[in-house]
């Protein structure tokens, strides 16, 4: 199983990225899929998740800002950010869980700075 995380890097407040996940080695349809963050000295956070029928949910720090979606066809998942903050600087982690299993992907670092 992998899932590659990619489109982090350095942007100003206020600005946007999207970051995708594409995973191989899974039925990628039947798995819930989630956005992590870990910044500095910091415990691992839940941004948001997506289940395999689509629903949403997101941390309250990012809702309104951040949009997660999925592309079965594709077997990505993304995750729109928007109005960024500095807060929202991190590393993020994409995973794929179903039942009692959860892989995780590498992460992307997100810094958000002038």
């Known amino acids: 199983v992998q899932l590659q995380a990619s489109g982090g890097g350095l942007v100003q407040p206020g600005g946007s990225l999207r970051l995708s996940c594409a995973a191989s080695?899974?039925?990628?349809?039947?798995?819930?899929m989630g956005w992590y963050r870990q910044a500095p000295g910091k415990q691992r956070e839940l941004v948001a998740t997506i289940s395999s029928g689509g629903s949403t949910d997101y941390a309250d720090s990012v809702k309104g800002r951040f949009t997660i979606s999925r592309d079965n066809g594709k077997n990505t998942v993304y995750l729109q950010m928007s109005s960024l903050k500095p807060e929202d600087t991190a590393v993020y982690y994409c995973n794929a869980i179903r039942g009692s299993r959860t892989y995780w992907g590498r992460g992307t670092q997100v810094t958000v700075s002038s």
């Open positions: 080695g899974i039925i990628f349809s039947i798995h819930a």
